[in-house]
């Protein structure tokens, strides 16, 4: 643990048990900060300094409120049983397996989630990522499964708990590939188990924007789930086309969760990343994102906060997650170094579209350096990094005002609004830490992206004032038209293949297309090369 986890304990014990709030899903300034890919690591290879800490690290604050683990990418591995990776934390390679499973050992973290849900937090297990293995073959085998999951990590008892006596709030589905088929039966038994528990368990959900989900689109509709944490980046509906009002679709998220989802109270996050390389495409600064997120609170009930990928980006990025959450608390309070107003403006447009993209991955270490002392030792000494830190913010006011909103549930729309907005956050932090780590490790990630043909245009610009007007324009209530594509084309390169839309590539693989070369950037599966989703870089006619 950090020195400054250790000095907040030892207050504690001097001085009686310090006061907070439990964990509240019907607020709406919610903070779910995913932890346990190492994030920052897998893109900064030789800062190992700002690597992913224990989970315990990031809850010395009150800024953060829900906790996924990332992830449990393996649904069935040895002798039945799941398995997880925690990045440079846990894994099955550095940290030891239950005998006949691939169940990592990872008891040396239960003080840590214990103390995080002490502090008001939840901490939850997030199943899938982008190469999780994850379907099922029969309800059955999906019941079966919500018991298995029930008595490794939540209520339930086992011989095999990776986290130890530590039982975690619920689970969260994050399922970005396979089939989805059962899983109604899986969040079924996990509730049935739960209803007689003494604690409330979560379940939740991380959709990528596209509405419906072309994965958790039948699930989201099936079962009740507590809330959604949909992906708003890497995809063309992503924060960083929040000023086009044909692109940006929280609205449709939000009329699903007063109008489909089986529970009416669900409450709809903003995904977000937490910093430029934590994804491909959707990031923006921290007051950006403020007033994204306070702009939408105002207009949708179901808004319940933001969630960020991930934990080590965000502390890494001055804090992210902290500046967002003070927005969020006082949105009176903000940064003036940084304007996050916009202007939307749209014409005719015309679109039809599931992408799906993603960069949120199960790794694997790329290097590692690891003593051997026990996991307790090692987890003392990581956990140091950065430990003793001050941060100070100043932040002055912003003023926030709108006119009348008018929006017709016809296919046309009309929408009118101004705002003038200010936010200004300073942030400085000073840190005196001994970083001594017996573990060296960072993690990797892949971008995937999923889309069918889109045709869109747009006019869309920023101004220090926010204003937003469109044009007389039809649109329909959901996205019908869909498009074909070959599966091959003319024009093959010598040497190397033809794209095809039923094949994932990786990041590296080259095909042609249209006479021309292409190499993969990162995980693809049925993006047309030259499309919209920046997948492939061309490299010139055969």
């Known amino acids: 643990m950090s020195l400054l986890w250790l000095a907040s304990t030892l207050s504690i014990l001097a001085f009686g048990t310090w006061q907070v709030d439990a964990f509240d899903n019907s607020r709406s300034d919610n903070l779910a900060v995913y932890w346990g890919q190492n994030s920052y690591g897998a893109t ?9 800490q224990n989970i315990g690290y990031y809850c010395q604050d009150d800024t953060i409120d829900a906790i996924p683990i990332a992830f449990l990418n393996v649904f069935s591995s040895t002798g039945g049983y799941p398995s997880i990776n925690i990045a440079n934390i846990c894994n099955t390679d550095n940290s030891g397996i239950f005998p006949g499973t691939s169940l990592a050992k990872c008891q040396f973290l239960a003080s840590d989630i214990e103390h995080c849900q002490s502090r008001g937090k939840i901490v939850t297990l997030s199943l899938g990522g982008a190469t999780g293995a994850a379907s099922f073959s029969s309800a059955a085998q999906a019941t079966a499964f919500g018991d298995t999951i029930w008595n490794l990590f939540l209520g339930g008892s086992s011989d095999i708990r990776p986290f130890g006596d530590a039982v975690l709030d619920g689970i969260d589905l994050d399922i970005e590939g396979g089939s989805t088929t059962y899983f109604d039966s899986f969040v079924n038994r996990i509730r049935e188990l739960a209803s007689g528990a003494d604690k409330k368990y979560y379940i939740t959900a991380a959709p990528q924007c596209p509405y419906p989900d072309a994965y958790l689109g039948t699930v989201l509709n099936a079962v009740a789930f507590d809330a959604v944490y949909v992906q708003f980046y890497n995809n063309w509906c992503g924060l960083q086309n929040f000023n086009n009002q044909w692109a940006w679709d929280f609205e449709s998220w939000d009329t699903w969760a007063k109008t489909v ?12 990343p937490a910093s430029s390389t934590a994804a491909g495409s959707g990031y923006v600064d921290a007051p950006t994102l403020a007033n994204i997120a306070l702009e939408t609170r105002d207009d949708y009930s179901s808004f319940g906060g933001v969630m960020l990928w991930d934990a080590s980006q965000a502390y890494a990025n001055n804090r992210y997650d902290a500046q967002i959450k003070e927005a969020l608390q006082d949105d009176t309070c903000g940064a003036t170094s940084s304007s996050a107003s916009s202007t939307r403006s749209s014409t005719s447009t015309s679109r039809a579209s599931t992408s799906n993209t993603s960069t949120r991955t199960s790794s694997s270490p790329t290097s590692t350096s690891r003593s051997s002392t026990s996991p ?11 430990a003793s830190s001050s941060t100070s913010r100043s932040t002055t006011a912003v003023t926030r005002t709108s006119t009348t909103i008018v929006r017709s549930s016809t296919t046309s729309r009309s929408t009118s609004r101004s705002s003038s907005t200010s936010r200004s956050s300073s942030t400085s932090r000073a840190t005196s830490t001994s970083r001594a780590t017996s573990t060296s490790r960072a993690t990797s990630t892949r971008s995937t992206s999923r889309a069918t043909s889109t045709s869109r245009t747009t006019s869309s610009s920023r101004a220090t004032r926010t204003s937003r007007t469109s044009t007389s324009t039809s649109r329909p209530a959901t996205s019908t038209t869909s498009s074909t594509r070959p599966t091959s084309t003319a024009g093959v390169c010598s040497g190397v293949g033809a794209w095809s839309t039923n094949k994932a ?38």
């Open 44 to 52: 900064h290879l030789s800062d190992s300094a700002n690597w992913q």
């Open 505 to 542: 590539y990786v990041g590296g693989d080259q095909v042609s297309y249209n006479g021309h070369r292409w190499t993969a950037k990162w995980w693809s599966y049925n993006d047309v090369p030259g499309g919209l989703a920046g997948v492939w870089a061309d490299n010139g006619a055969c």
């Open 261 to 272: 989802a089986v529970n009416p109270d669900v409450k709809i996050y903003i995904g977000a």
């Open 376 to 386: 307790s030792s090692t987890r003392a000494s990581t956990s140091t990094s950065g």
